[in-house]
């Protein structure tokens, strides 16, 4: 299973520039985000197919 606690606060810290959440991980990665303190600073876009790709708010163009 992907530690998305882990995923979201290499994003927050710029040590990486994007991650993605497939449908069918979607529900194990909400009940991380849902209680993730820094919420506001993340962006997710949603792909075809069901796929979400989070970035940091300053990356988004």
């Known amino acids: 299973m992907t530690d ?3 995923k979201l ?3 927050r810290k710029s ?3 994007e991650f993605q959440v497939t449908s ?3 529900p194990d990665f ?3 985000w ?3 303190s820094y919420q506001s600073g993340i962006k ?3 792909q075809k197919g069901g ?3 989070y970035r940091r708010k300053e990356k988004v163009k």
Do not use: H, T
């Open 30 to 32: 909400y009940q991380v």
């Open 34 to 36: 849902d209680k993730y």
């Open 24 to 26: 069918k991980d979607f």
């Open 9 to 11: 606060e290499s994003l």
């Open 44 to 46: 997710g876009f949603a």
């Open 51 to 53: 796929k979400v790709i």
């Open 4 to 6: 998305f606690k882990d």
């Open 15 to 17: 040590e990486i520039d």
